[in-house]
């Protein structure tokens, strides 16, 4: 799936990669190459073929020492069942790659997730701070204003004993006006 670059960039590292292949697309490029690999062997071997087939005499010389020696023939199957698995072998390595690679991508997805998530912890972590100061300062705000309330009650009632007072000296003060005006009118008559 995954040939081509790698970039990295910022924390936590992030591995894009410049390639747009499908995993479908990177199985069926698993596949092909085996296949490529299985015609090459092939090719391979015909071509031995090929060059037996040239000398005449060479071939019937080989067919004869194939005879001759039956430790040659279990060496040419062992041979072959060792191709066989190589091929496999090889196709589960190119699987188990592709396998490695797609989890390298989910494991980089997760780490991006965790990094956003921790991002969005630690802000939301902050905003509770600043949240919480906030309250706090709301709350010495409201204390001091009731204190104020009581002052100012207190205030209110020593105002209206000043008022009352202050009824006091202008009742006072009208009778002194009173008195002043008719005293001396008294005094006249």
């Known amino acids: ?15 894009t990669l410049s390639r747009g292949v499908s995993e479908d697309e990177s199985l069926r490029n698993i596949i092909k190459e ?34 001759e020696l039956p430790e040659m023939l279990d060496l ?16 589960q390595r190119e699987t188990v790659l592709f396998q490695v690679d797609v989890l390298h991508d989910a494991l980089e997805g997760a780490e991006e997730m965790l990094a ?11 905003e509770l701070a600043q949240e919480r100061e906030a309250k706090r300062k709301l709350e010495d705000m409201v204390s001091s204003l009731m204190q104020e309330v009581e ?15 202050w009824e006091v000296i202008t009742l006072i003060e009208v009778h002194l006006i009173v008195v002043c005006v008719f005293l001396p009118l008294i005094y006249i008559h």
């Open 34 to 67: 085996t296949e490529c690999s299985a015609r090459r062997l092939t090719r391979s071997e015909s071509r031995g073929g090929t060059l037996k087939r040239r000398s005449g005499s060479q071939q019937s010389e080989d067919q004869e020492l194939m005879m």
């Open 1 to 15: 799936m995954h040939s081509g670059t790698l970039e990295r960039m910022g924390s936590p590292i992030k591995r």
């Open 151 to 165: 002052r100012l009650k207190e205030v209110m009632n020593s105002a209206e004993l000043t008022k009352t007072c």
């Open 76 to 91: 040419q199957a062992s041979y072959d069942d060792v191709l066989r698995e190589l091929r496999g072998l090889e196709l």
């Open 116 to 126: 956003e998530a921790q991002r969005e912890a630690s802000h939301a972590t902050m």
